[in-house]
């Protein structure tokens, strides 16, 4: 008992040292993965030690090698960081360790499970009798949505993939936009469907609704999914929802949406119009590690018709207690697993219906004023239309670019990654944490200044 407590006070305090340090250390790591197994020692101990002296070794020796994530001048990727609510509440998770699958037997976990699915369908607009099932990230929403989905149109088809498999089975056509994210093309991998169909796009990456209207058939008879996207990770962009679904529905399509980060657009009323018509779709993949910024690893499938989710991914054994109405376990595709809504709950919670409104808001004004910061430096382009959290420069040619980019690292201010977007190298930015304030932004304008000055 006294070693397990002092184990968590040195967690605690290391936790809060950590959380303390965010503000002003260098954003990226300063050691290697050499450096970091050095300190931590290769031996396998012979013997048991004391778990507080397990801890503290942990935290000492990994601090040089952690990037600060979390911090307010992290725009690599698309990351989100921790509200504070959300990171407490993952530290009860830890120590309760309800393992999540049955209602009978983790009745706290189905319950905020439940309030916190019905917030989210209210917040994002979808649906309210939809299915909430929560993944371990939008990889697996968007695979868990696809599995519902695959087999949902093959049904229809007359044929149940669950029983017979897919070999012999019609073929399913999937069309997906040409600027979709990779783990659609993964999660099809996944779901033996090959790859998509790809359908043109503008060149801020939004599907082009007439392209997808040519691709698709006249009748219904072909099994099909149309994949559709809310939040480019180049430009932040969303496809045209209204058009695109209707064109889809009229040919008997399945439509799902992945919203990794910019489902969250429909929670603000100022960004709503970019979700718009995204209702109609049946299916829909986000993350509330990323906007939401909960720990990880947590993301979201819902899907309209609850039916075919639990079809798809519900499970029975003989040794489990399971619920007539249904059991978490049904909505995902894992059967052990943490208890991820409880951390979703309490974002929500702590931020209320205001405050979620106002993190997106602020996340988008900070891509702005980002946009309009570097469009100022001699030499330097916006490439995308800032309509939501992500920003693309280019500094001249992409050499120069990439000196920006590699100076900006060294400076350590910032952590910024480089992407390839229409053939050049391109400075990508995602406001993604909560935390980032307007001194973060200017803080980093300078950075980049001084970067693109030397360069
Ligand atoms: C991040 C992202 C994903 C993958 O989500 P993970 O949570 O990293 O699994 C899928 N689609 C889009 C658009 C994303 O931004």
């Known amino acids: 008992m006294e070693a397990r407590e002092a184990a968590l006070r040195q967690a605690y305090s290391h936790a809060l040292r950590w959380l303390a340090s965010l503000p002003e250390r260098p954003v990226p790591a300063r050691a290697s993965v050499d450096e970091i197994v050095r300190a931590l020692g290769v031996a396998l101990p012979d013997g048991p030690s ?13 601090e040089p090698g952690l990037t600060a994530f979390p911090g307010s001048r992290f725009y690599g990727f698309v990351v989100g960081g921790t509200e504070p609510a959300a990171l407490a509440a993952d530290w009860l998770v830890s120590a309760w360790d309800q393992n999540c699958v049955m209602r009978a037997v983790t009745p706290a976990y189905t319950a905020a499970e439940e309030i916190a699915g019905a917030w989210l369908l209210d917040l994002l607009g979808l649906p309210g009798d939809s299915s909430v099932g929560f993944t371990t990230g939008a990889t697996m929403a968007n695979f868990t949505c696809l599995c519902a989905a695959r087999d949902a149109v093959l049904r229809g088809a007359g044929w149940n993939v669950a029983h017979d498999g897919l070999v012999g089975g019609p073929p399913v056509r999937v069309l997906a936009g040409e600027s979709r994210h990779m783990a659609i093309d993964l999660a099809l991998r996944y779901l033996g469907l090959g790859r998509p169909e790809l359908v043109a796009a503008d060149d801020q990456g939004r599907m082009r609704p007439e392209a997808l209207r040519n691709a698709l058939p006249a009748g219904g008879q072909v099994p099909t999914l149309v994949v559709l996207q809310a939040g480019d990770i180049h430009s932040g962009a969303f496809d045209p929802f209204g058009e695109c679904v209707r064109a889809a529905r009229e040919a008997g399509a399945w439509v ?5 980060f910019g489902l969250w657009a429909a929670a603000s009323p100022r960004y709503d119009r970019l979700t718009a018509g995204c209702a109609d779709a049946d299916s829909w993949a986000t993350d509330a590690h990323k906007t939401l910024n909960v720990p990880y690893d947590c993301g979201l499938a819902i899907v309209r018709d609850g039916s075919a989710l639990r079809a798809a991914m519900g499970q029975r054994g003989d040794y489990l207690i399971q619920h007539e109405h249904g059991d978490p376990i049904d909505k995902v595709p894992e059967l052990s697993r943490r208890g991820r809504a409880f951390t979703v709950w309490a974002a929500l919670r702590s ?5 979620v409104a106002g993190l997106v808001e602020r996340l988008c004004r900070h891509a702005s004023a980002f946009a309009s910061g570097i469009a100022a430096i001699e030499g330097a382009t916006i490439l995308n239309d800032v309509a939501f959290t992500q920003v693309c420069a280019g500094f001249g040619d992409d050499e120069r670019t990439d000196r920006v980019l590699a100076r900006l690292l060294d400076d350590g201010t910032a952590w910024i990654s480089g992407s390839t977007w229409h053939g050049r190298r391109v400075m990508r930015i995602s406001v993604s944490n909560w935390s980032t304030t307007d001194e973060d932004v200017s803080r980093t304008l300078d950075a980049i200044r001084r970067a693109a000055a030397d360069a």
Request: hydrophobic residues 45%; glycine residues 14%.
């Open 50 to 62: 004391p778990p507080a002296d397990v801890v503290d070794l942990l935290a000492t020796a990994c």
């Open 351 to 355: 931020l209320g219906r205001s405050g």
């Open 256 to 260: 799902h949406v992945d919203g990794a």
